[in-house]
């Protein structure tokens, strides 16, 4: 493998949360009084940390969000996780591979630590991913589309950034690998490929990855 690391986002990457937290969230902002559709949500907050929520509301309405907006949306998500949620297609295969292999890997998320967590212990991917293996916007300043998160973990892992690669879905996610200087691989399962076309390299099925990686 031509990578030291393999960086994966979480949502819509490892778990298939996207659907589930972006229908609670567009319903959440509505009847908040911002009127959201699913299909807004994904495009503006889709691979984005909360704080980005806030911010958009704030600069369209001027009005702030509720000081319990982000305990009572994941309350709300993550009850929707343990009715709904499940791995992406091919990925506890792919980890699998990975760890058979000595592949060092790891999840950086725009998401909290607890929210990763959630997810992985209702999918069973918690038995690939260590606390050392789990870094979350929380650890740093600023979430995605800045470089700080992927540049983190790659620190922690012992790995310069042009020996990682980064696996996205999301256009933030993309954006903010290219400015942390790695290659960035575009899952378009979900998102448009056009969406993600500044990639380093597409791909749809996570079957497809591990050729791309070596």
């Not at 940390?49 to 309350?75: C, I, K, N, S, Y």
């Not at 592949?103 to 929210?115: D, F, I, K, N």
């Amino acid at each position: 493998m031509r990578y030291d690391l393999v960086i994966f986002d979480n949502d819509g990457v490892l778990v298939d949360s996207e659907p589930i937290s972006n229908t609670v969230l567009a319903g959440y902002l509505t009847e908040l009084g911002h009127p959201t559709t699913y299909e807004e949500s994904i495009r503006d907050y889709m691979g984005a940390a909360m704080h980005r929520v806030h911010d958009l509301v704030a600069e369209r309405t001027g009005q702030r969000l509720p000081a319990d907006f982000d305990d009572t949306f994941h309350a709300r998500v993550f009850a929707a996780f343990e009715q709904e949620l499940t791995p992406v297609a091919g990925v506890p295969e792919l980890l699998e591979k990975l760890a058979a292999a000595g592949t060092p890997y790891c999840v950086a998320s725009s998401g909290s630590h607890e929210r990763i967590r959630v997810g992985h212990r209702k999918t069973g991917l918690d038995r690939w991913f260590t606390d050392a293996r789990i870094f979350s916007s929380e650890d740093v300043g600023r979430g995605k589309p800045a470089p700080d998160l992927v540049l983190y973990a790659a620190e922690k892992m012992g790995v310069p950034p042009e020996r990682c690669a980064v696996i996205e879905d999301s256009p933030l996610g993309v954006r903010a690998a290219l400015a942390a200087g790695m290659d960035v691989y575009g899952f378009t399962a979900m998102t448009p490929a056009d969406r993600l076309a500044d990639a380093t390299s597409l791909f749809s099925e996570m079957a497809q990855l591990p050729a791309l990686l070596v």
